[in-house]
């Protein structure tokens, strides 16, 4: 099969086209990769030079969750079917919404990773002002387009089906990532939190503000992190993937009181890292980690202070959650991922050659 995977370059949606291009390979199936956003970080070059992509593409591009991205779709749309004469794929897979409704002529599966409604109802808790009027109708006429629409999580999905009733078969494919190699390397007593310190979804200036009431030192990396420092709490700012992972091999404890995050592959590259986890309690945090991880209510940062506490007091309780953590880790494999996709990509083929909706 030849696919045709399109990404971007921001967040976890670039660590999820990777992982599952790497998994695809392994079944035979040829994945171009079309990624749309911010110019490649240095190590991202890396991460693609690395990847089993048959090959590779990149355009700055607006995303279609930023304000007026309106001729930059147009252009990426444009730039997207020409790769697609190409590249002639079987099947396209893409990540943004926007360029499930364009004329693809095979079948198209679109990943639901997030959405600004639901966004704006879990975060600010009202629905997007109407100004996103725009976004709204794009997603309504992409899902509307695909054959197949996945989403990470039942409560991602569940938001889809809720703000938009889309007509395509709807299934949960949980995101999957690589176990990297366990570093020789000894757990040391501090906290960690990795995120966009700017996206209130993250939540991660709610570490820095409770850092001086706690026993142990706050490491925060990401995206704005550099302005983010108090006592007790160091920000590093963006750090690079190997610098990620490094930190992760040896924080005790990762911590992300998020207030929105539909599937969330920082705490699961922390448990990866046998890091015990203090999350947000909000409904796809509890479906990803079940009794696997300490759940704290987002906007209350005297118990998140109080887990925090609580797992830096208690070395066996701590050893326990973290061990939970990277058993539940486990059963999310690249390799799962890739086999739900493929009968994802069955069933929109079949849907295909029906002409409706399956």
Same mark, same amino acid.
């Given at each position: 099969m030849n696919l045709l995977l399109t990404a971007d370059t921001v967040g976890g949606v670039w660590s999820f086209a990777l992982e599952l291009t790497d998994? &695809?390979?392994?079944?035979d199936v040829r994945v171009t990769i079309a990624a749309i956003g911010d110019p490649l970080r240095a190590d991202q070059e890396d991460e693609l030079r690395r990847s089993r992509a048959q090959s590779a593409h990149t355009q700055t591009f607006a995303l279609e969750w930023t304000t007026e991205p309106w001729a930059d779709l147009d252009r990426a749309g444009e730039w997207l079917l020409e790769l697609r004469d190409e590249t002639e794929p079987?099947? $396209?897979? *893409?990540?943004?919404?926007?360029h499930a409704s364009l004329p693809w002529g095979v079948p198209v599966v *679109?990943?639901?990773h997030s959405c600004v409604l639901s966004w704006f109802e879990t975060v600010r808790g009202v #629905?997007? =002002?109407a100004e996103w009027d725009g976004y709204r109708r794009l997603v309504a006429d992409g899902l509307a387009a695909a054959d197949v629409i996945a989403a990470p999580t039942h409560a991602m999905l569940a938001a889809v089906e809720r703000l938009y009733d889309p007509p395509g078969a709807r299934l949960v @494919?949980?995101?999957?990532?690589?176990?990297?190699?366990? =570093?020789? @390397?000894?757990? #040391?007593?501090? $906290?960690l939190s990795s995120g966009r310190i700017w996206d209130e979804a993250k939540n991660v200036a709610a570490l820095a503000r409770i850092a001086p009431a706690l026993d142990w030192p706050v490491v925060l990396a990401g995206e704005g992190s550099s302005d983010a420092a108090s006592a007790n709490a160091t920000a590093l700012g963006r750090v690079a993937r190997a610098q990620l992972d490094h930190l992760l091999a040896r924080a005790s404890i990762f911590a992300l009181p998020a207030r929105y995050e539909p599937f969330g592959l920082g705490p699961l590259e922390a448990a990866q890292a046998g890091c015990a986890? $203090?999350?947000?309690? @909000? #409904?796809? &945090?509890?479906?990803v980690w079940g009794d696997a991880a300490t759940f704290v209510a987002p906007d209350d940062d005297t118990a998140l202070a109080a887990a925090l506490q609580r797992l830096i007091a208690d070395d066996a309780l701590r050893s326990e959650l973290a061990g939970r953590a990277r058993r539940r880790a486990g059963a999310y494999t690249p390799q799962r991922m890739a086999d739900n996709y493929l009968g994802a990509y069955a069933t929109a083929a079949l849907a295909a050659r029906r002409g409706v909706h399956a």
């Open positions: 998994a &695809l390979a392994e079944r079987d099947l $396209v897979h *893409v990540s943004s919404y926007s *679109v990943t639901a #629905e997007a =002002p @494919i949980p995101n999957g990532r690589r176990a990297p190699a366990a =570093p020789a @390397i000894a757990k #040391e007593p501090f $906290v986890l $203090v999350l947000g309690d @909000i #409904e796809s &945090l509890r479906e």
